[in-house]
């Protein structure tokens, strides 16, 4: 079936990390996405990973996936006052299926 | 990348009355896609949209509720056809820029309200 999970909330101090989790439910995804969503404002394409990799890196965010346990996480170093925002995670199955987003608040 | 632009940004409508919302994109894209982004819940596909062709529905989605225009490779449309306050939400269009379904980008979203 098509499902993706993830936390509603998350509060953290300023310069902490982050960390956003979510799970998914198709072993057929071919990609796996991070979408940032800040208010009033459309999706920013974050990052992705492959299926077949797990790990990514890209500056301040890594990419964790647990293909066995279908778990997939965002980690951002060094959380700052402009990463508030809404994480989408989403896996792609032919069609982009996405969780119902994460709000990330971050507390100076 | 692309850059999207959506118009217009927010409306207010009456019930009964339709919206048609317009997406631009920067460069000729293969592939385009509509979502609805229901209040505080996460994004649903709509349809995709067909240069062409009759666009492609997702299940729950008809054609006579959410008809779609895509004349070009660079635009396309999707109306809301009688509106009612249930079809308040944000519209997003995005597209596929490597000629694939994967790694869309966004629109920044048309917020609709329905009274």
């Known amino acids: 079936g098509e499902d993706v999970e993830q936390s509603l909330f998350l509060s953290v101090r300023e310069g902490d990390s982050s960390v956003i989790n979510c799970t998914y439910t198709d072993s057929s995804s071919t990609y796996l996405y991070w979408y940032k969503q800040e208010p009033g404002a459309g999706l920013q394409l974050l990052t992705y990973?492959?299926?077949?990799?797990d790990m990514k890196q890209d500056q301040r965010l890594t990419v964790l996936l647990n293909k066995k346990d279908k778990h997939l996480s965002l980690r951002i170093a060094d959380t700052q006052t402009g990463d508030s925002a809404i994480y989408f995670c989403?896996?792609?199955?032919?069609?982009?299926?996405f969780g119902q987003g994460t709000e990330l608040s971050v507390k100076p | 990348s692309a850059v999207i632009s959506q118009k217009p940004s927010r409306d207010i409508c009456q019930r009964g009355t339709s919206l048609t919302i317009q997406c631009q994109v920067d460069?000729?894209?293969?592939?385009m896609f509509w979502y609805r982004q229901q209040p505080g819940q996460s994004l649903t596909l709509i349809a995709t949209?067909?240069?062409?062709?009759?666009?492609?529905?997702e299940s729950g989605f008809v054609i006579d509720k959410f008809p779609i225009s895509r004349p070009n490779l660079t635009f396309s449309t999707l109306t809301v056809s009688n509106m009612s306050p249930e079809d308040s939400s944000i519209y997003l269009c995005?597209?596929?820029?490597?000629?694939?379904?994967?790694?869309?980008?966004f629109g920044s979203g048309t917020q609709l309200s329905v009274l």
């Open positions: 995005s597209v596929g820029t490597d000629g694939t379904n994967e790694k869309l980008f």
């Open positions: 989403a896996e792609s199955i032919g069609k982009l299926i």
């Open positions: 990973i492959f299926s077949n990799m």
């Open positions: 460069s000729q894209v293969t592939m």
């Open positions: 949209a067909n240069q062409g062709s009759e666009a492609t529905y």
